[in-house]
């Protein structure tokens, strides 16, 4: 599967964006979506995760309440709805896929097999 993550830009601190990531290629409802993060001089970091079938969420504490992944499987793309943005939260976002046959959705980057080229989000304070 390719995924396109689209939406990055520069926003001042407690304004919203939402990421697109849309996937090409078959079965995207049989994997699996995650985002993260990368700030620069920082490691990829997990941002939020969503099960193929949307029943099962996750976040990071850092995002929690502020944040919220959904899906739609018709336009084969996943969502990710930024609120209250801080500029800690400045960094390149990552889609990535997980396929479904692997059991529950995971937190850890080298768990995913295929990764989006990322988009910049900028949080100005």
């Known amino acids: 599967v390719q995924l396109q993550a689209s939406g990055g830009g520069l926003v001042q601190a407690g304004g919203s964006l939402r990421l697109s990531c849309a996937a090409s290629g078959r079965n995207f409802s049989s994997y699996h979506m995650g985002w993260f993060r990368q700030a620069p001089g920082k490691e990829r970091e997990f941002v939020a995760a969503?099960?193929?079938?949307?029943?099962?969420?996750a976040y990071a504490d850092s995002v929690k309440g502020r944040f919220t992944i959904s899906r739609d499987n018709a336009k084969n793309t996943v969502y990710l709805q930024m609120n209250s943005l801080k500029s800690e939260d400045t960094a390149v976002y990552y889609c990535a896929a997980l396929s479904a046959r692997y059991g529950r959705v995971r937190l850890s980057a080298p768990a995913y097999d295929y990764w989006g080229q990322g988009t910049l989000v900028t949080v100005s304070s």
């Open positions: 969503i099960s193929w079938d949307s029943g099962n969420l």
